[in-house]
Structures are given as structure tokens and as C-alpha cells.
Nanobody
Framework: QLQASGGGLVQAGGSLRLSCTAS????????IGWFRQAPGKEREGVSY??????FYAASVKDRFTISRDNAKNTVYLQMNSLKPEDTAVYYC???????????????????WGQGTQVTVSS
């Protein structure tokens, strides 16, 4: 199971750090993706990390940073310079097999966390 946390209300330009914690130790080879879904919009991939690679959506590149602490079974998403358009429910998800070019596709992830709300006010 995955537990996402760290969401909240922040003003534009502010920062939040999301955490995605696994309930039990998993292989560091498993990839973890962060997704978000705004009302009326499709779920979109934001960032992805596996043992050797990191990916970011163009809309968050240079503002968001993904990292992992294997000792804590946790993946973080540091979000800086937040914008109102970043407002969404953020989910983390785990994949065990993934073609890296398809990291943004939700069907490639088998395990999902419950989501955490991020609201950025203007």
C-alpha cells in the first residue's frame, strides 16, 4: 500500500513537499510516479523516479524535484514556485514494469495511493 501526504493550501510562489510512503519495504527497482488530477481534467503524470532515472512533465520541470529515501520507503516530491494551475489532487503510484517512455500513462501503474489535495491560491 502507498500513503500520500503533505498536501495543503499555499499561496502562489510557495512550496510544499509531498511524501509517498510504502507500508512495507519494496524493491528499489520499483518505479514511483506522481500524478495529479484537477476537477474536470484527466489524470496526468507529473514526475517519475526509479533506481537510476528521474522524469518530469514539462509543466513542472525546474520547479519540482523528485527524490527517494529507500531506508524510509518514501518518495518525495518537492514543489517550489507553485502556481494556481498546480492545484489538483496528487497521487503516487508504483510500477514494477514500465517502458520509460510511457511513464506518464496511468495504466502502467498497479498500486495507487489515496491522493492528497494541493491548492494554490493566487
Amino acid at each position: 500500500q502507498l500513503q500520500a501526504s503533505g498536501g495543503g493550501l499555499v499561496q502562489a510562489g510557495g512550496s510544499l513537499r509531498l511524501s509517498c510512503t510504502a507500508s512495507r519495504r519494496t524493491s528499489s527497482n520499483n518505479g514511483i510516479g506522481w500524478f495529479r488530477q484537477a476537477p474536470g481534467k484527466e489524470r496526468e503524470g507529473v514526475s517519475y523516479i526509479n533506481v537510476s532515472r528521474k522524469f518530469y512533465a514539462a509543466s513542472v520541470k525546474d520547479r519540482f524535484t523528485i527524490s527517494r529515501d529507500n531506508a524510509k520507503n518514501t518518495v518525495y516530491l518537492q514543489m517550489n514556485s507553485l502556481k494556481p494551475e498546480d492545484t489538483a489532487v496528487y497521487y503516487c503510484a508504483r510500477s514494477s514494469r514500465l517502458i520509460l517512455s510511457q511513464w506518464r500513462a496511468p495504466p502502467n501503474y498497479a498500486i495507487w495511493g489515496q491522493g492528497t489535495q494541493v491548492t494554490v491560491s493566487s
